[in-house]
T-cell receptor, first 118, second 112 residues
């Protein structure tokens, strides 16, 4: 099973709403990622969790709050977003940097959540 | 700073033709990967080449790496309409702590 599952697929929210994006993988991967992608642009890294600990925060505004409840799940809590936060949010996972071999660096992506902030 | 820069930015070819996409990067790397993204979907890993490798094949894909020029190319042979997608190179730098740096991407259109 090489699947990363993201829910919901689409989300429309107002600027005062609180919502959460969810990501799940059952590949035993120990690194999980959140990316933001605007149309016709590459993915921009937001957060990296490594062995359930936040290892990278790319100076993301506090209205985005990541959470890693266990090694299979990754959440992104959203609060007081702005219209410019509308984008495709991608979750990915990889084996984890403590493992040997280059395969640890291959990332597996979910299909994404298309977020619209009104 | 943008690590990977692909060229061309957009490429349109006829089905059956070969497609060549190039990527340049700025810093030393552990490896370089290519990913494909169909419209509005997640990225799919295609192929990885290590910094000590010069060429690698996988099916209709051929990737080369020239570390002296800090560049890579991806060749898709005998293209199909289903190859229509965006293609990104991504570099894994020493000490980057699991972080990949993606290039701007190339949009490939394969006309039936």
């Amino acid at each position: 099973d090489t699947e990363v599952t993201q829910t919901p697929k689409h989300l429309v929210m107002g600027m005062t709403n609180k919502k959460s994006l969810k990501c799940e993988q059952h590949m035993g991967h120990r690194a999980m990622y959140w990316y933001k992608q605007k149309a016709k642009k590459p993915p921009e890294l937001m957060f990296v969790y490594s062995y359930e600990k936040l290892s990278i925060n790319e100076s993301v505004p506090s209205r985005f709050s990541p959470e890693c409840p266990n090694s299979s799940l990754l959440n992104l809590h959203l609060h007081a977003l702005q219209p410019e936060d509308s984008a495709l949010y991608l979750c990915a996972s990889s084996q984890g940097r403590l493992l040997a071999g280059v395969a640890k660096n291959i990332q597996y992506f979910g299909a994404g959540t298309r977020l619209s902030v009104l | 700073s943008q690590q990977g820069e692909e060229d061309p930015q957009a490429l349109s070819i006829q089905e059956g033709e070969n497609a060549t996409m190039n990527c340049s990067y700025k810093t030393s790397i552990n490896n370089l990967q290519w990913y494909r993204q169909n419209s509005g979907r997640g990225l799919v890993h295609l192929i990885l080449i290590r910094s000590n490798e010069r060429e690698k094949h996988s099916g209709r894909l051929r990737v080369t790496l020239d570390t002296s020029k800090k560049s890579s190319s991806l060749l898709i042979t005998a293209s199909r309409a289903a190859d229509t997608a965006s293609y990104f190179c991504a570099t894994d730098a020493p000490g980057a702590n699991s972080k990949l740096t993606f290039g701007k991407g190339i949009t490939l259109s394969v006309r039936p």
